[in-house]
């Protein structure tokens, strides 16, 4: 029960930001690129903040990260709140200089939702989630066997409540991240208002308020011991601002002139016709038949490769004197190996797949018959995503089945709950090259362009693993959780013994890149002339 | 505005794009009357193809609004779309699908009913002459029978307003003339907005034509207003080559006041007047008191193609 409220809570948290933006829209139109601007200033922000904070606490203004030691705790509340308000609301200063256009309140709700709409994604969907997944795995394990520092056992001990108590802790950080996402969208309009109105005053308000707000709350988190009263005291300073906020409507076009997404009921016909006219398409140009072959071949050969590899090796002259060294293959080997094979074959296959989506359609022409009709461009890019991940998960399903048949042939049967947990690894890992690929392909004007970009972003996405601290947090740790998953997998050492390993920070990343570039692939076209 | 623009079929408001530097449109102030046949003539690069694509909502304007049936096109509204059919100057279609596939799938896209997508899809495959190949690949078409194809999935929804961009510019002389009257066909019942540079298509079908000459709509005007505009003050005779009269018929018109100018060309005879009014009720009485045998007498007026060619020289 609690995986399940914590489920829906994490994709609650993951999707609120793209359905208030939704909402936003139906209201009074505005870009999905400007979502990507509030994305980019809240990263950009933290790219600041976050070094500036840890100088900081070097040179003793501040206690050292995760500790309230040392200084006073006033002044740490303040000093965390003026350098969470200065970083990020010149960031967002910074973004509405570099439009150089004069933007309507709209837009910088827009910008107000992707700025705290991110943040709600990571903190309360992606941490918020791992966390606890972490937490749930602890209580498997006997913690007073480990030694541990008795700081490090009481800090566990504290976080343990959390478990504890599972659905106050959901309720809060939902209700938490809701004021914090309204918060954003006052900032964001006291920022819009400065440059409306032509005069800093607005800025340098937006700045104290986001100061007070995140001194507020640094300092109830530390003198008041129930989190329903801290939140309280959180909501208390916050009304004001979404008060005020609430009072800006005014300036929003009046509804009889706006111009607004038509309803999901008007647009569903043409909905279903893109997605029906894919589905038709890659079964007519063969596209299905290529990647069932690809996913069919490698669900086959993998516990072959792991079965006979051994054998053939030993067969070789050369090698026989050793072959009492080459253990005998198993089950776990046939499920590396079909870990292996999907990664090396499946992902160069998702590319080519995809990459000529959008692409070789605007280049064709068709794309202008399509969107010349009442087909909305979230529509046909959505639609060409859901033909992808039907693809895959077909072709998953098919190789899945086939692997699973051949290990129970060859070797003992695979444990049916963790392969599924490899699949499903294996299925979001290569979804996420699926939408980066269908991203380059909406932003490259031809076929051989799209590929490029769509070669180069999932690069990118691949080197990730490799960047210190966030690494972690890249696709690529999803094949570490499903590489560590099964009998006797070399998998990532736990942290703990005992504890599984897992990686949902990984599953989380994964699935905001998808929503990501899904939403910067529709911005792109909507902007596009076709 | 929505009740004021929904007087025009379509209406546009300072209609600019800006491709850099190249003003490809410059603030088009445009309104179509509904039930019309308007041709929308001008040079290649005038900025036909931009005003339609605009309207199709498949460009976004510089500067300016438009309107087709009171409903904004260039807001990108998707709903927007129902109200038009578009056919671009080079339409292009999935090779794998066949005409029934197609238009099947451009009937779903306007929501329509699975018995009423049937229908029209007979309708159209029997109105552009593709029943025989309703079944066949598209990507083995020719250059025609996918222009034909165009203007079937355009017309499928029975839409207010036809938005064709050069649509006989690919059909052979036989399916000029099909499509031609076809769209003729359509005057009172659908508003036909249609470009072209092959003014003899324009002259034969369209009621109110459009000159655009770089980017600028130089002038709107049902068509036979724009060729008496363009009339010239002349007259010409065909008289009978052996007729005794024929001498002397030059100076017997040079003697009349209102006559200006007499130019022989084989039998024809050409009489440039003063005064068109005064000619008319004047010159066949003379004619008859002169006993001419005459074959034929025409007042002349500028082809459209003179009229274009002067207006955008």
């Known amino acids: 029960m609690i995986i399940i409220m914590l489920t829906i809570t994490v994709l609650f948290l993951l999707a609120l930001p793209v359905l208030a933006a939704i909402g936003l829209r139906r209201r009074a139109w505005s870009s999905w690129l400007l979502f990507l601007v509030g994305v980019a200033t809240f990263a950009g922000s933290q790219a600041v903040h976050i070094p500036l904070n840890n100088w900081l606490a070097d040179i003793g203004l501040l206690p050292q990260a995760g500790s309230f030691e040392g200084p006073p705790l006033w ?44 943040e709600a994604m990571f903190i309360g969907g992606v941490a918020l989630g791992a966390s606890m997944v972490t937490l749930l795995s602890l209580r498997v394990v006997d913690l007073g066997s480990l030694g541990l520092d008795a700081n490090i056992m009481a800090q566990i001990a504290e976080q343990m409540i959390n478990v504890e108590q599972p659905y106050s802790t959901l309720a809060l950080a939902t209700v938490e991240r809701c004021i914090a996402m309204g918060l954003h969208l006052t900032f964001s309009v006291m920022v819009w208002r400065a440059f409306e109105r032509r005069t800093v005053g607005w800025l340098l308000l937006a700045i104290a308020y986001h100061a007070a707000v995140d001194m507020v709350a640094v300092y109830a988190g530390q003198v008041v011991s129930s989190r329903w009263l801290m939140e309280l005291a959180f909501l208390v300073v916050t009304l004001p601002g979404l008060f005020w906020l609430w009072r800006q409507r005014g300036d929003l076009p009046r509804p009889d002139q706006a111009r607004r997404s038509p309803t999901l009921r008007d647009q569903w016909p043409a909905v279903v016709a893109s997605v029906r006219k894919e589905l038709l398409q890659i079964v007519r140009t063969k596209h299905l038949l290529i990647a069932m072959a690809l996913f ?17 090796f030993a067969s070789i002259e050369e090698v026989k004197p050793f072959a009492d060294l080459i253990p005998e293959p198993s089950t776990a080997d046939a499920m590396v190996q079909y870990v292996k094979n999907l990664t090396q074959f499946l992902l160069p296959g998702v590319v080519l797949l995809g990459m000529g989506a959008v692409a070789a359609e605007k280049e064709r022409g068709t794309a202008a018959m399509a969107l010349s009709k009442p087909v909305p461009r979230w529509a046909f890019v959505l639609a060409k995503m859901a033909t992808q991940t039907s693809l895959l998960t077909a072709g998953l399903l098919a190789a899945a089945l086939c692997a699973y048949l051949y290990t129970l042939v060859l070797f003992e049967p695979m444990p049916v709950g963790p392969f599924a947990l490899v699949n499903l690894l294996l299925w979001t890992w290569l979804l996420v090259f699926a939408a980066a690929t269908l991203l380059g392909s909406t932003l490259g004007k031809s076929a051989g362009a799209a590929a490029g970009i769509a070669v180069g972003l999932s690069g990118a996405l691949l080197l990730a693993s490799y960047i210190p601290k966030i690494g972690a947090f890249a696709p690529s740790g999803l094949l570490a959780w499903a590489s560590a998953i099964g009998p006797g997998f070399e998998g990532v050492a736990p942290l703990i013994e005992g504890m599984p390993f897992t990686n949902a920070s990984a599953l989380g990343t994964a699935a905001i890149l998808i929503v990501l570039a899904l939403i910067a692939a529709v911005g792109a076209l909507e902007a596009q002339e076709i | 505005m929505a009740e004021h623009t929904a007087s025009w079929a379509i209406r546009t408001e300072g209609l ?34 931009t005003t339609l694509r605009l309207l199709a909502g498949l460009a976004h304007p510089t ?22 059919g578009y056919l671009p100057q080079s339409p292009a279609f999935h090779k794998w699908m066949t005409p029934i596939e197609l238009l099947d799938y451009v009937g779903r896209s306007y929501g329509m009913a699975a ?24 990507g083995g078409f020719s250059g025609g029978m996918v222009q034909r194809l165009g203007i079937a999935q355009a017309l499928i929804h029975e839409p207010s307003v036809l938005l064709l961009d050069e649509p006989t510019s690919a059909l052979d002389p036989a399916g000029r003339h099909e499509v031609l009257t076809m769209l003729a066909g359509l005057r009172g019942r659908v508003t036909v907005f249609f470009s072209s540079h092959i003014i003899a298509d324009v002259d034969r079908i369209c009621d109110t034509v459009g000159v655009l000459h770089q980017g600028t709509l130089l002038q709107v005007t049902p068509r036979e207003e724009l060729l008496a505009q363009y009339a010239v003050n002349a007259v010409t005779l065909t008289v009978d080559p052996n007729g005794a009269e024929r001498a002397d018929l030059a100076d017997i018109l040079m003697a009349q006041p209102w006559v200006a100018d007499t130019a022989w060309d084989a039998n024809t005879l050409r009489v440039t007047v003063h005064d068109v009014a005064i000619a008319q009720r004047e010159l066949l009485p003379l004619l008859a008191r002169q006993e001419v045998a005459l074959y034929r007498l025409e007042w002349v007026r500028p082809s459209l193609e003179e009229i274009f060619l002067e207006m955008s020289a």
């Open chain 1, 75 to 118: 002044r740490t509340a303040l000093l965390l709140g003026l350098t969470a308000g200065l970083c990020e609301e010149l960031a967002r200063a910074a973004a509405l200089a570099l439009l150089r256009r004069r933007l309507p309140l709209q837009d910088a709700l827009m910008l107000g939702l992707g700025h705290g709409g991110i």
């Open chain 1, 296 to 312: 069919l071949f490698v669900g086959i050969s993998s516990p072959l490769l792991a079965y006979f590899t051994p054998l053939i």
């Open chain 2, 16 to 49: 600019t794009k800006r491709y850099g530097d190249v003003l490809a449109l410059d603030h088009l102030d445009l309104r179509v009357p509904h039930g019309s046949v308007f041709g929308f003539l001008g040079r290649n690069g005038a900025g036909k193809t």
């Open chain 2, 63 to 84: 500067e300016g609004r438009a309107w087709i049936m009171g409903a904004e096109a260039t807001n990108g509204d998707a709903n927007t779309r129902r109200q038009f």
């Open chain 2, 115 to 138: 018995d009423q997508r049937r229908r029209r899809t007979q309708e159209m495959l029997a109105l552009v002459g593709l029943e025989e190949a309703a079944k066949r690949r598209i």
